[in-house]
């Protein structure tokens, strides 16, 4: 009888040991953000992001250990409002070394929400895997009541883990909707709902954990960008200038002087320019600093062939990205060519 009970319990060790071993290998990466945020007490809107580590994010929602083989690692602890190239550049370099060297079937990304879109849309053009990478924050703080860190991470871990996510580029994950990391933007500073694909819609979405797709990205992204930042210790300097009624054109004129490498616009309408920085802008394009024009409206593309003449200026036009975006790519551009024309089959491509 003892024989029998201890050939049944290695036998039963087997099968828990395969199943384990069949699950996706997941590796949470965390940065910080709200998702890790602590307040002194559950309804107080003060907080701090960025107080959690990840082993306290995972021990919160043991249940994305059901469908996945989790592990994590602490990039940096920061509010995102604080993220930088420095982070970016470690971030792309892990994954591409989790994916493509360590044999991870995905990864989740443990986010703030102000910039996740500039992170996310920075990863998409820099991972070399097809494999999903996903990004997640939350708008309430973990001790809040009705914190939303737990089931988007939950929701996220399950993206990460789905065969069908493959493919579709970098994304972001909140409030039950999959976005992709070229259209999401944040749009509410404070609601749940805030990250939204004001052009095209969602990706997909989740039900009771499970996800659904409708759309896939059209645009070039990870596996199939010509971006590389595997020998890179620092990225060109971007700037943005903001366009609006009788506008100082000094900013312009601080970026010029610190001689940075490029600069976007967030133009009015079609991206059009306040005169001041118009004039200052063929200054720029002049002495090599490439202007790039997208605009402050949140929808609709900033278009070639408009008010202002982009062949003639040697303006790039930033297409569907707005001006954070904008400035993502060029200055991943920026990395291969000072070519306008170059620069502006770019912003058509990805
Ligand atoms: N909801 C958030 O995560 C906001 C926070 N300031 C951050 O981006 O880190």
Request: charged letters at 20%.
């Amino acid at each position: 009888m003892k024989k029998i009970t201890s050939v049944l319990t290695v036998f039963l060790l087997l099968i828990t040991i395969n199943v384990q071993a069949q699950k996706p290998r997941i590796r949470i990466l965390a940065t910080g953000g709200t998702i890790a945020g602590v307040s002194k007490s559950a309804t107080e809107s003060n907080y701090t992001a960025g107080e959690l580590g990840i082993y306290q994010l995972i021990q919160a929602v043991p249940q994305i250990k059901d469908n996945a083989d989790i592990s994590g690692e602490q990039i940096v602890k920061i509010g995102s409002q604080d993220m930088n190239d420095k982070v970016w550049l470690t971030l792309a370099k892990r994954i591409n070394e989790l994916l493509n060297k360590e044999g991870y079937d995905g990864i989740v990304i443990t986010h703030g929400t102000d910039t996740m879109e500039e992170t996310a849309y920075f990863l998409n053009l820099t991972v070399k895997s097809d494999k999903p990478v996903v990004l997640v924050g939350a708008m309430r703080p973990a001790t809040a009541m009705s914190a939303d860190g737990p089931l988007n991470l939950y929701n996220a871990v399950q993206v990460a883990a789905d065969r069908n996510s493959k493919g579709r580029g970098v994304m972001v994950c909140l409030n039950d909707a999959v976005l992709s990391a070229k259209d999401v933007t944040k749009t509410n500073t404070t609601g749940v709902q805030t990250f939204q694909d004001p052009n095209y819609g969602t990706l997909g979405y989740l039900h009771n954990g499970k996800v659904f797709f409708n759309n896939m990205p059209e645009k070039k992204h990870t596996i199939h960008s010509v971006f590389d930042v595997t020998r890179l210790s620092q990225l060109p300097k971007v700037g943005i200038v903001y366009n609006y009624s009788n506008a100082s054109a000094l900013p312009m004129q601080a970026f010029m002087q610190a001689k940075f490498d490029g600069i976007v616009s967030a133009g009015v309408g079609n991206g059009n320019l306040y005169k001041d920085i118009f004039d200052l802008a063929v200054k720029a394009q002049n002495q090599g600093i490439q202007f790039v024009r997208s605009s402050r409206v949140p929808t609709g593309a900033t278009t070639l062939d408009a008010e202002v003449d982009d062949a003639k200026y040697h303006f790039v036009a930033s297409q569907f990205l707005n001006p954070q975006k904008a400035r993502v790519l060029l200055m991943l551009a920026l990395t291969q060519t000072k070519d306008w024309k170059k620069i502006q089959e770019f912003f058509n491509e990805y």
